[in-house]
């Protein structure tokens, strides 16, 4: 882990952003409500089956609000860190990604989430996220594993996994709310060792 963060016994800066060959990837600002409201209104019937039941006031000011404070505050204690995901060309949101349940120490890892707007799916974006967030947090944050859960019916999501150079590990019964209810996940994992060979690959 030399020169990381986590070395360095800091914690990565809220303005930081990361850059890949089509997206920019910086953590969501009270100007960016206006095109997240949208994007997920406007993918509500694409998100609902794969997350936890919304807020009533979810796409509101009051919803948006309490969301900033609480990745704010993550952010600023390093347990969370959340992503939106913009689009170089026309500086269009397209979605998120957060690293999550970050633990320092002996473990040095985290949890990965993500989610894209309806219309801007197979089209490569939350492959070249997850890849570009893995980046960072395992040569910048100094993590040493990533880990990561899916609906066994959402391929798409499995793919992304898959692709990004992330390996099935188990099945956990249960294992979240999904939609109002509790939901078995495939549950998956990449270490800093597994995605070096991965880039070499």
């Known amino acids: 882990m030399r020169g990381s963060i ?65 990745w704010k505050e993550a952010w600023r204690s390093g347990r969370s860190y959340a992503f939106l995901i913009w689009r170089l060309g026309d500086n269009a949101l397209l979605g998120g990604v957060t690293l999550s349940n970050v633990r320092y ?31 960072w947090a395992f040569l910048e944050v100094g993590l040493e594993r990533i880990e990561a859960a899916a609906l066994p019916a959402n391929d798409a999501s499995r793919k992304v996994l898959t692709a990004t150079g992330f390996e099935e590990e188990g099945f956990a019964r249960d294992y979240l709310q999904i939609a109002g209810k509790r939901e078995d996940h495939v549950l998956y994992g990449l270490s800093k060792r597994a995605w070096r060979r991965h880039q070499d690959a």
Do not use: K
């Open 105 to 135: 120490g002996n473990a040095m890892t985290a949890s990965i989430g993500y989610w894209l707007g309806a219309a801007h799916t197979g089209q490569g974006y939350m492959a070249e996220s997850v890849a570009s967030i893995c980046r």
């Open 6 to 70: 986590a070395e360095a016994g800091g914690r990565p800066r809220r303005r930081t952003t990361i850059q890949s060959a089509r997206l920019r990837l910086s953590p969501p600002e009270s100007g960016d409500y206006g095109a997240w409201r949208a994007l997920r209104l406007g993918s509500e019937d694409h998100l609902r089956p794969w997350e936890p039941v919304w807020a009533a006031d979810a796409t509101l000011p009051s919803g948006w609000r309490r969301a900033m404070d609480m």
